[in-house]
């Protein structure tokens, strides 16, 4: 049995060696191809190279897929596997602006819909599985945001859920109380007559329920009562050691955590 196994690793592993080495071979054809060209065109200028720049997407301007290979190790096969995910930023798709139109964005809003991007975010939920996730952000942090997800999901980070808001009618407490992962919603700050940033679809909410707003005795969601003393353990909490802290500090965003009066603990923006 044992025997059967190693034969059909190293079967795998044998195919996956093959593929990898056409691949490099490809990759070399390639820029060997692209090198010849350069060398043709203009040969007097090897005394100084200039870099050869190759084309990452042929996709439709303002569309973007970040790195979607991930590699994961099998010990019993002994095998390497890759399989690819896609983190897609695309301009808002007809039928999602039909579905914001009067609930995450009104007629009287100050943004307009090609000021944000709809990305598709794979994610692992708590219970391990893959899943994917949807949200509407402003067009500057796509990019930002697709990295984010991106390192997240190589952790396998757990999140909840990652829906529109408008799936709840754009009620902020509703998504929250749903444990649910957004960002844009065209809104107040809470409690303030002030434009909150995910009115800009700068700002993301994770795991609302395990990481409340906090302000003084009062918390949001207002489910949230257990998870308001932030010297407790449990699962899901977004701390300074928490790897979704790590990662967002490092593409840039501010972690609402850290804030000195008011703790959103759920909260990162731009
Ligand atoms: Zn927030």
Redesign the pocket.
């Known amino acids: 049995m044992a025997e059967s196994d190693g034969k059909r690793g190293m079967t795998s592993k044998t195919i996956f060696i093959m593929k990898q080495t056409m691949l490099v071979t490809a990759l070399l054809l390639g820029l060997g191809w692209m090198l010849a060209s350069c060398d043709n065109s203009n040969p007097s200028v090897n005394e100084n190279p200039t870099p050869v720049i190759v084309e990452e997407s042929t996709l439709p301007i303002e569309e973007e897929v970040v790195d979607t290979l991930f590699r994961s190790y099998d010990e019993a096969e002994d095998t390497v596997m890759f399989q690819s995910y896609v983190f897609f930023s695309q301009p808002i798709p007809k039928d999602v602006e039909l579905r914001m139109r009067g609930r995450s964005l009104t007629d009287t809003t100050k943004i307009t819909f090609d000021q944000l991007r709809y990305l598709t975010l794979p994610y692992y939920d708590y219970d391990g599985n893959i899943q994917s996730g949807e949200m509407v952000c402003n067009k500057a942090i796509a990019h930002d945001l697709l990295c984010v997800f991106r390192d997240l999901f190589s952790q396998a980070y757990p999140i909840y859920s990652i829906r529109l808001m408008d799936d709840f009618d754009a009620d902020d407490e509703a998504s929250m109380q749903a444990n649910n992962t957004s960002c844009f919603n065209y809104r107040n700050r809470s409690g303030v007559n002030m434009l ?3 009115a800009y679809g700068m ?3 994770i795991n609302p329920l395990q990481n409340p ?1 906090v302000r003084g005795t009062r918390f949001r969601p207002s489910t949230a009562a257990e998870y308001v003393d932030r010297s407790k353990d449990f699962e899901h909490k977004i701390d300074e050691n928490d790897y979704c802290v790590k990662v967002f500090t490092a593409y840039g965003f501010r972690w ?1 955590g850290r804030w000195s009066s008011t703790k ?1 603990y ?2 990162f ?1 731009k």
């Open positions: 909150s940033q995910h700002a993301v909410d707003c609402g959103d759920q909260h923006e």
